[in-house]
């Protein structure tokens, strides 16, 4: 009897062994792309899914080594001829923050009747950065060559960035309105003449009294396979 149960327990050990180095075997393939299983996450997916743009923050920053992560890994970006254009001013001045936001605010508030609601809504004083703890701001070189590569590669870096950061839980909001206003930007963060500013991209921690609102309908229908 003893014996018989020995070589139940052998078996059992065996077939542990033999199903862990199943799996360490097929495990680059699962990360290739080549398979998949309901066993096999993946994060990537995950946080393009479920990232939403916060125009609402906790006042607390953002860790300066938490931050270098993100410009670290989103330096692997590609770009056309990997000239990797971007430029980046890190700024967790909040007093700075507000100054560039509350001008840009003054300009444009009153122009577009969206920020009034935002304003009143979110009640914050500036619309347009939304008490962000940190803002980064992208500038490239002024170049003549191929400005629409330089553009594409900015907005790739942009959406690395916001990916990473939220992988983080890091939230963020993208913020074009800077750009419609630029001279507070390029003003208060002494920007080089031979520098263009493109885009700003606000981080931080998502008020969690505040929810944002329902995620809304995805578009379908946009997509066509060429048979």
């Known amino acids: 009897m003893l014996s018989i149960i020995s070589k139940i327990n052998s078996s059992n050990k065996l077939s542990e062994i033999v199903q862990h180095k199943l799996k360490e075997t097929i ?8 398979y998949s299983t309901k066993e096999e996450t993946n994060e990537v997916l995950e946080t393009i899914k479920t990232r939403r743009s916060t125009r609402a923050f906790e006042r ?19 770009s056309a001829m990997n000239k990797q254009p971007w430029k980046v001013y890190v700024v967790q001045k909040e007093e700075l923050i507000r100054k560039i936001g509350g001008e840009i605010s003054e300009v444009l508030t009153p122009q ?28 490239t070189k002024k170049e003549r060559s ?10 790739i870096y942009l959406a690395n960035l916001n990916l990473a950061a939220e992988s983080l839980g890091i939230n963020s909001v993208i913020v074009g309105l800077t ?11 002494n ?26 309908e995805i578009v379908t229908g946009n997509i066509k396979w060429i048979d």
């Open 27 to 34: 495990k680059p393939l699962f990360r290739k792309g080549e």
């Open 60 to 78: 607390k920053q953002i860790k300066k080594n938490e931050i270098e992560k993100i410009l670290e890994v989103a330096k692997n970006t590609p």
């Open 191 to 216: 920007i080089p003449d031979d520098e263009t500013f493109k885009i700003a991209l606000a981080l931080g921690y998502r008020d969690s009294n505040r929810h944002p609102p329902e995620k809304k």
């Open 179 to 189: 750009k419609m206003h630029e001279e507070p930007v390029l003003k208060f963060l």
């Open 112 to 139: 577009m009747t969206f920020l009034q609601r935002a304003k009143k809504q979110l009640q914050v004083p500036d619309p347009i950065l939304y008490d962000a703890p940190t803002v980064l701001f992208i500038t």
């Open 146 to 155: 191929m400005p629409l590569f330089i553009d594409i590669d900015v907005g």
